[in-house]
């Protein structure tokens, strides 16, 4: 696997992002975009785990960026902050409401930066996939919602209020027609169940299953994981050799 | 495999049986009880289904009951009748109230036919699995609080109302200790959705997970059938050899 860094050149501002390749030549292979949570970036554990594994089990590619506010991204007297600090120094609801204000910018963020990637592999890419809970459906559902190229979706660890239904957010949950998996804890913190279970009722299309485990927001199962890895591949299809056949 | 019709005697009357059997003799094998749902039997087509899986793939051993007033034990004046005219002659309040009174029974009709059937095959029955959703639930959830030797199930398609809670039913929901797979049909006419999230959440066992896909109550995917065996396979373990390998 090679991981390749690159910028992606808007108008708007840089955005950092980071391509992991297949070492096997593959003349088209699918390329997943890993959504990081809040307050994570685009080399986060989970984000490289992800990729490490697309790349070396199915011979996908792998885009992740830094989302707004994130990680190279990160607004100067924010850096060196944890994630916990981060949060609590801007309050919960004020560190939401910036990043839902985002939302627009990651969307156009993220089109751009699929746009750019296909640059730097000599395979085609198609079809495009989409992973990213918490932080990573905040974004994910808009730009699912925007982006015709991405064919299948794991969200989850996320929500709608009952009385956000009305929201542009929710109206982007009806509009998604491709097929979902939707992770959800059912202890989650930051999350209430409710929310969760609407958000998924909410999703418009029909092919969608949800996966709902005990736990809190941070516990996702290590077989959800694999669960999400086992979804991407059954609904992207082929792309290189697998290592146990090259 | 071989499919092996029995009798299970009882001081309460017979108990009409079926184990399926691996082709390929072994030391021991796990064995999984397969709840039939209502109206139906013991050799539903779905039941059998799952018996043929279980007994190429992974090598289990399957048993089935014909539970109390179904399959041979139908009372003279429902027989012929089809499934929805049984339910819509007694109606659906009655039905289930029926089905309810006879949970002690199916419970003791259930362990009598784990000690029976091992007499019936050579190799050691261990450890022992169950799989049944809607009436398969109803009798299933009680059968595994009461049962030692049933070490993971598969319940779903099945529910408690939000007043019933205290009932003997929940009470054994939140005995169960065992690792489940859930299934919850999200549009499902015959229990409300609410119902099923209640009854998943009253299990007691920390190791469960909930699979919920859109659809009504027969429309369960042919994807979570699948599952279903993959669930029993990874929490049973080996039993003799798989076709493949043999």
């Known amino acids: 696997m090679?991981?390749?860094?690159?910028?992606?050149?808007?108008d708007s501002g840089d955005v950092p992002a980071v391509v992991w390749l297949p070492e096997?030549?593959?003349?088209r292979r699918p390329l997943v975009l890993i959504g990081h949570g809040g307050a994570m970036h685009k080399?986060?554990?989970?984000?490289?785990?992800?990729?490490?594994?697309?790349?070396?089990?199915?011979?996908?590619?792998?885009?992740?960026?830094?989302?707004p506010v994130h990680g190279e991204r990160t607004p100067e007297d924010e850096?060196?902050?944890?994630?916990?600090?981060?949060?609590?120094?801007?309050?919960?609801?004020?560190?939401?409401?910036r990043n839902a204000s985002n939302t627009d910018q990651a969307?156009?963020?993220?089109?751009?930066?699929?746009?750019?990637?296909?640059?730097?592999?000599?395979?085609?890419?198609?079809?495009?996939?989409y992973a990213g809970v918490s932080m990573g459906t905040r974004f994910g559902i808009p730009l699912a919602a925007a982006e015709p190229r991405i064919t299948a979706a794991v969200f989850g660890l996320f929500g709608i209020a009952a009385g956000d239904t009305?929201?542009?957010?929710?109206?982007?949950?009806?509009?998604?027609?491709?097929?979902?998996?939707?992770?959800?804890?059912?202890?989650?913190?930051l999350f209430p169940r409710e929310d969760g279970l609407t958000l998924f009722d909410l999703?418009?299309?029909r092919d969608k299953t949800m996966h709902a485990n005990p736990g809190g927001h941070l516990r996702l199962p290590r077989a959800e994981i694999?669960?999400?890895?086992?979804?991407?591949?059954?609904?992207?299809?082929g792309g290189g050799a697998s290592p146990g056949t090259s």
């Open 2 to 10: 090679k991981k390749v860094p690159f910028t992606v050149q808007r």
């Open 24 to 27: 096997q030549a593959a003349e």
């Open 43 to 67: 080399e986060a554990p989970f984000v490289a785990r992800l990729a490490s594994w697309l790349a070396d089990g199915p011979g996908y590619a792998t885009l992740a960026i830094d989302l």
């Open 79 to 97: 850096k060196g902050l944890s994630p916990l600090e981060r949060r609590n120094r801007l309050g919960v609801e004020a560190w939401r409401e």
């Open 107 to 129: 969307v156009a963020d993220w089109r751009a930066a699929i746009d750019a990637v296909q640059e730097l592999d000599s395979a085609v890419h198609g079809p495009v996939g």
């Open 166 to 189: 009305e929201s542009a957010f929710a109206a982007a949950a009806r509009q998604i027609s491709i097929p979902v998996l939707y992770l959800l804890q059912w202890d989650d913190e």
């Open 203 to 205: 999703l418009g299309t």
């Open 226 to 237: 694999d669960g999400m890895l086992e979804f991407l591949r059954d609904r992207l299809g």
